[in-house]
């Protein structure tokens, strides 16, 4: 049996707003989908993260106008991502040594997807964590 890398247990089609995008529509976009945040991308290539507080901070909070700031403008530049190859085990470890829950997946510069720590977690599990880990939700009475 090969081993699992990101492609495989990846979500392909991650949340995703064009930097050129103002943040009130970004607003009414994160609110649509009922996420806190997505993923801005500039031609495909991953440019950075927005959150909902960052529009609050951005817009709200500085008094700027949300249709005149953009979602590039205003996002954080993304510092870690995974390559779509690399192996669920590597990945998960990776993630866990700087607390993050979800990575996006990069293929070069271009956004492919973005992968989320437990799932690459159940993924990576051999055999007997997957047995250890379902005699662990057995409850006795």
Same mark, same amino acid.
């Given at each position: 049996m090969r081993n699992k890398t990101v #492609?495989?247990?990846?979500? @392909?089609? @991650? +949340? !995703?707003i064009d930097a050129k995008t103002s943040l009130q529509d970004t607003a009414?976009?994160? #609110?649509? +989908?009922?996420?806190?945040d997505a993923?801005? !991308?500039?031609?495909?290539?991953?440019?950075?993260?927005? !959150?909902?507080q960052d529009i609050v901070l951005f817009a709200v909070a500085s008094g700027q106008d949300p249709?005149?700031?953009t979602a590039g403008e205003c996002s954080y530049p993304v510092v870690y991502t995974a390559?779509?190859?690399?192996?669920t085990e590597t990945t998960v470890a990776?993630?866990?040594?700087?607390?993050?829950?979800?990575l996006p997946v990069v293929d070069g510069k271009q956004l492919v997807g973005s992968v +989320?720590?437990?799932?690459? %977690?159940? %993924?990576?599990? !051999?055999?007997?964590? %997957?047995?250890?880990?379902?005699?662990?939700?057995?409850s006795y009475a």
């Amino acid at each position: 049996m090969r081993n699992k890398t990101v #492609r495989d247990v990846m979500m @392909p089609e @991650p +949340w !995703t707003i064009d930097a050129k995008t103002s943040l009130q529509d970004t607003a009414h976009l994160l #609110r649509a +989908w009922d996420v806190r945040d997505a993923l801005v !991308t500039d031609d495909g290539e991953m440019c950075g993260v927005l !959150t909902d507080q960052d529009i609050v901070l951005f817009a709200v909070a500085s008094g700027q106008d949300p249709s005149v700031l953009t979602a590039g403008e205003c996002s954080y530049p993304v510092v870690y991502t995974a390559s779509a190859g690399d192996s669920t085990e590597t990945t998960v470890a990776f993630m866990r040594r700087h607390g993050l829950s979800r990575l996006p997946v990069v293929d070069g510069k271009q956004l492919v997807g973005s992968v +989320w720590i437990a799932d690459l %977690a159940i %993924a990576s599990q !051999t055999p007997a964590d %997957a047995e250890a880990d379902s005699a662990d939700h057995l409850s006795y009475a």
